[in-house]
């Protein structure tokens, strides 16, 4: 990443750095919102670090809370077309928004199942993913034990920051 990069983070107002990485963490401005007092960064990397230093201090409740701001994939949100760019983009990148109808219902019970089974949404990192794969990884994590179940999702929004998705950041995501 360039210098520069860093040092237009570091100048950017409370607005300006919110509109820019509010939505990182899936509808979680507020992690954005709290970073931004931890300016100056050194380099992206130590910025994403500290997206990920805050939801590792949440207690399991708030770490549960960051998944249950998450649309469940290939849901309700995504047929009635309100989901965040971020989110469309991913979902979009591993097939889910064309899923048939076979599909799409065999993945709707599966996400009740697991919205049930755990109280929070199903979350993976669709970007690295496919249709196929989404639900039979889904069916397999059902079987999960509860904690386990929520380091491993937490682990999934961890592996796909969306940093790199952000053009501003063009020389990182040539990683
Ligand atoms: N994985 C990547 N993006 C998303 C999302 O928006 N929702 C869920 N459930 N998983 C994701």
């Known amino acids: 990443m360039q210098a520069m990069d860093i040092e237009k983070v570091n100048s950017m107002d409370f607005g300006e750095f919110v509109d820019v990485f509010g939505n990182v963490i899936e509808r979680c401005p507020l992690i954005a919102a709290a970073v931004w007092s931890q ?13 990920f230093d805050f939801i590792d201090a949440l207690p399991q409740s708030g770490r549960e809370g960051i998944l249950r701001c998450h649309p469940d994939l290939a849901g309700r949100e995504l047929q009635q077309g309100t989901l965040s760019a971020e989110s469309r983009r991913e979902q979009s990148g591993a097939g889910l928004t064309s ?77």
């Open 39 to 51: 300016r100056p960064f050194s380099n992206l990397e130590d910025l994403e670090k500290h997206f």
């Open 99 to 175: 899923l048939d109808a076979d599909e799409r219902l065999r993945l709707a019970e599966l996400n009740a199942q697991y919205r049930a089974r755990f109280g929070f949404p199903f979350v993976l990192a669709a970007r690295r993913s496919h249709r196929a794969a989404v639900p039979r990884e889904l069916a397999r994590r059902l079987r999960c034990p509860p904690a386990q179940e929520l380091r491993t999702a937490l682990a999934e929004v961890r592996v796909c920051p969306r940093f790199i998705q952000l053009q501003f950041f063009t020389p990182f995501a040539a990683r």
